[in-house]
């Protein structure tokens, strides 16, 4: 089964970006969906898009369309979302799943 | 879009009853397609079923999911301590695309 291995947290400011990494392992990583979601503090999931890397083109959800790319390196089995534009709402903890599996989650707090 | 709501926010047992938990989706979810993920404080979701009522590898078979259509339940016979947590249902596919409910929260009474 694979598992997943992503960056570590980051403190960003207002109106920077922010890339975060999934690193894959024990798994065929090209041909299954990676997807990115984020919890903010309190809330819930929230799916911001996906990546299926042998396809190598990503879909975004509306909200987040225009300010997260999402891209993935085969020849490292790594993912990436680089979200831009950063305000203090995008505070949260980034996951990357590649279902079953998820990544141990990624704290991105963006503070002045 | 498809949307998931789930219910109660908030269900607050004793140890050893049985929690009933809701996912309703605004439109029809292929049974194949459902999951319910468990998570606690400070971790990751944790797959306990999928295809609506297959129980992941590893999960105690007091944990049981049924429904098909819009209305599905995750049902814990007896609640063990440890099985205090948020309760997520997600629709997914062979796409990237996931949609998950906006938890129920299971707490001690």
């Known amino acids: 089964q694979v598992q997943l291995v992503q960056s570590g947290a980051e403190v960003k400011k207002p109106g920077s970006s922010v890339k975060v990494s999934c690193k894959a392992s024990g798994g065929t990583f090209s041909s299954y969906a990676i997807s990115w979601v984020r919890q903010a503090p309190g809330q819930g999931l929230e799916w911001m898009g996906g990546i299926i890397p042998i396809f190598g083109t990503a879909n975004y959800a509306q909200k987040f369309q225009g300010r997260v790319t999402i891209t993935a390196d085969e020849s490292t089995s790594t993912a990436y979302m680089e979200l831009s534009s950063l305000r203090s709402e995008d505070t949260a903890v980034y996951y990357c799943?590649?279902?079953?599996?998820w990544g141990q989650g990624t704290l991105v707090t963006v503070s002045s | 879009e498809i949307v998931l709501t789930q219910s109660p926010g908030t269900l607050s047992l004793s140890p050893g009853e049985r929690a009933t938990l809701s996912c309703r989706a605004s439109q029809s979810v292929s049974s194949s397609y459902l999951a319910w993920y468990q998570q606690k404080p400070g971790q990751a979701p944790r797959l306990l079923i999928y295809g609506a009522s297959s129980r992941a590898t590893g999960i105690p078979d007091r944990f049981s999911g049924s429904g098909s259509g819009t209305d599905f339940t995750l049902t814990i016979s007896r609640l063990e301590p440890e099985d205090f947590a948020v309760y997520y249902c997600?629709?997914?596919?062979?796409?990237?695309?996931?949609?998950f409910g906006g938890g129920t929260k299971v707490e001690i009474k």
């Open positions: 997600q629709q997914y596919g062979s796409s990237p695309e996931l949609t």
């Open positions: 799943a590649s279902l079953p599996a």
